[in-house]
């Protein structure tokens, strides 16, 4: 039964008591064995069965830490052993625990640890010096080892199950909740070490996932994934990155437009998250990704009207104002800036805004990029137009004519709209 459970099983093996001291052969090992079968009852016992613990004690007599080693070899079945030893001066309590079960080479490989001893004659002193018998400061120390050793098996067995449950939420909190406030304040490390495991664990199990996603294009899981990343480790621009990449990726596969553009402001939001936590150091790959944010916004923005048309405008404005800064500030990414045009992006951008002036500025600077592009004359001709600025809208209407040759159409076209 033993061997085929399943679960955790928790063996303790009788402590041994130093002769000199009555008092503890007379009830120590008993409330030890019974503050920890009602522990991990009330608190392991429950839920999925992988996840409980069954609690056992199988020992006739105490053991050393290397019978405990020894007697952990008997067991297939995943098994935790505490062993301790009192003297006259402190409690040693040793720990054999069961390797991490995802170990891809199924090694059964022990793991022994040998606690820092805790001095309880020191406690016993203190406390008769306030005024208790020999008898209740004894009692107090039973209580204290017996909650040392339900702390310590609680542990250990949360860190087993998370080891291969990474979202396991630990029973040690609640059981920690059962202490007296000032027994509570003395576990904090021991939850603060789980917490920051429990942390860890999850991030490289979601990290795990997001790549998988990613590699079968379950781009929905990705996002998910990587959204969950920026939550727990929201000081890492690499996982803003990642996120804004997934969402860029999941982009053409939209086909309602209220989600494409719901996600191409979150894709926005997430590359200027990044980019303040990089210090704007960014590297041309993350801005290329960027980039096509971008381009999907201009392009998205003309299918628009309203409130929701002034709100995209405004964030992919703002966006472009982005990036443009960091064109100017790395020379990789102003030579990738100024191939794809980005002063362009940002004309586009300001003529939906009807800020004909801005407009104006940032077409000339996309003209002198592109200056055998019809299609850039053709816009600042009708801009020059429009600021009355009708000598330059002739100019740059002959610049039209000049890029489209033998395209009369176009030429009958510009001069009857001039005129």
């Not at 959204?227 to 939209?254: M, N």
Request: aromatic share 12%; hydrophobic share 40%; charged share 25%.
């Amino acid at each position: 039964m033993v061997e085929s459970g399943t679960g955790l099983l928790v063996l303790m093996a009788p402590p041994e008591l130093p002769v000199e001291i009555r008092e503890f052969a007379s009830s120590l090992e008993t409330e030890v064995e019974e503050a920890l079968h009602d522990a991990m009852i009330r608190h392991y016992s429950k839920g999925d069965s992988a996840l409980s613990v069954e609690f056992l004690c199988l020992f006739k007599r105490p053991i050393k830490p290397m019978e405990a080693l020894h007697a952990r070899g008997l067991f297939i079945r995943p098994t935790l052993i505490l062993s301790s030893i009192v003297t006259d001066q402190g409690v040693h309590i040793t720990v054999t625990c069961p390797s991490n079960p995802n170990d891809p080479q199924k090694r059964i490989t022990d793991h022994q640890y040998r606690l820092k001893p805790w001095d309880w004659k020191e406690i016993a002193e203190q406390l008769e010096k306030e005024g208790k018998t020999r008898r209740e400061a004894l009692s107090v120390v039973f209580e204290l080892i017996s909650v040392l050793h339900v702390l310590i098996a609680s542990y250990f067995s949360d860190v087993y199950f998370l080891s291969f449950d990474p979202f396991h939420e630990p029973r040690l909190y609640d059981l920690i909740k059962e202490f007296p406030p000032v027994i509570q304040a003395r576990l904090q490390p021991y939850q603060k070490s789980l917490r920051v495991m429990q942390l860890r664990t999850k991030i490289e199990a979601l990290h795990k996932f997001a790549l998988h996603s990613d590699s079968i294009e379950d781009h929905t899981s990705s996002i998910q994934a990587y959204r969950e990343l920026t939550r727990f480790k929201s000081s890492c621009s690499d996982y803003y990155f990642a996120l804004g990449d997934a969402i860029v990726r999941y982009l053409p596969k939209i086909k309602k437009q209220i989600e494409y553009y719901t996600f191409q402001k979150e894709a926005v939001m997430t590359y200027i998250k990044a980019f303040y936590l990089e210090n704007y150091a960014v590297n041309i790959q993350n801005y290329r990704r960027a980039y096509f944010v971008a381009i999907s916004l201009d392009k998205s923005s003309y299918l628009w009207e309203g409130a929701q048309k002034t709100e995209l405008l405004r964030v992919a404005d703002y966006f472009c104002d982005e990036l443009l800064k960091l064109s100017r500030e790395y020379e990789e990414i102003a030579n990738f800036s100024h191939s794809v045009n980005l002063p362009f992006v940002k004309a586009r951008l300001l003529l939906q805004k009807g800020s004909y002036n801005d407009t104006l500025r940032w077409i000339k600077k996309a003209c002198s990029i592109q200056p055998n592009l019809a299609e850039l004359w053709l816009l600042r001709a009708g801009i020059e137009r429009e600021l009355g600025l009708k000598s330059k809208a002739l100019v740059s209407s002959c610049k039209v004519i000049m890029k489209k040759k033998n395209h009369g159409v176009i030429r009958s076209f510009v001069m009857k709209w001039y005129y």
